[in-house]
């Protein structure tokens, strides 16, 4: 099956300081990828639609200079959070649409200090 | 609105034991649906899914699911559970067009105790 890659798997970083993870499809162009974000023992809420060559489309209540998308690939995704802060703390996961489903990737534990 | 609900929170079976876990959403248009499973710290694996034809649909690890427009329900079965599939199992629904975003319920944690 598909595969969609997400780097990185965790990432601690410091107070105040940004953030990249990234989203690939590996095998398969994806013209939109989604981003969520998932409380421990909670569901995936998404946080954004990324569209190639075009704005992302924020959820109500994401903060849009915060949580910084790009998709300037049909294959790469990538999700920047700037001035990270503690409470941004969370698993991060990322989905590709395929032809008939979508495909995740393994997620990223961001950890603020 | 548009909504999934999964019911049970927590579930434990004995393996070996037949598990059901329910799903229920609220969709204006024709659904698609979906069961997926994350294991801790893991991305989401694909179970199964249903778009349209017969209403029990098979997945990958001995689970099935049985679409009832009715009740509006999606509830994922498996005759006999293994040790191997305690996890947190989401149900999702979504558009006709994949570039439309997935609804997840809150999820339902599956013990299993040998």
């Known amino acids: 099956g598909a595969v969609v890659s997400q780097h990185p798997s965790w990432v601690i970083c410091k107070s105040g300081t940004s953030v990249k993870i990234e989203c690939r499809s590996l095998?398969?162009?994806?013209?939109?990828m989604f981003w969520y974000r998932q409380f421990p023992k909670q569901s995936l809420m998404l946080m954004a639609t990324?569209?190639?060559?075009?704005?992302?489309?924020?959820e109500q209540g994401v903060e849009k200079d915060k949580f910084l998308i790009n998709h300037a690939s049909l294959t790469l995704s990538t999700l920047t959070v700037t001035s990270a802060h503690p409470e941004d703390s969370s698993f991060y996961i990322c989905s590709a649409s395929g032809t008939t489903e979508a495909f995740f990737g393994q997620g990223t534990r961001l950890t603020v200090v | 609105a548009q909504s999934v609900t999964q019911p049970d929170i927590h579930i434990t079976v004995s393996e070996g034991a037949s598990l059901e876990l329910r799903c229920n959403y609220s969709y204006g248009a024709t659904p698609y649906l979906f069961w997926y499973v994350q294991s801790p710290g893991q991305g989401l694996q694909l179970l199964l899914k249903y778009f349209s034809g017969d209403t029990l649909v098979q997945g990958i690890k001995g689970f099935e699911a049985e679409f009832k427009r009715s009740q509006s329900s999606f509830n994922l079965r498996k005759p006999s559970v293994h040790w191997s599939d305690a996890a947190e199992y989401f149900c999702a629904v979504g558009a006709v067009s994949t570039d439309d975003k997935l609804i997840f319920g809150t999820g339902t944690r599956l013990q299993v105790f040998p």
């Open positions: 095998d398969f162009q994806a013209t939109t």
């Open positions: 990324s569209n190639e060559g075009s704005k992302a489309t924020y």
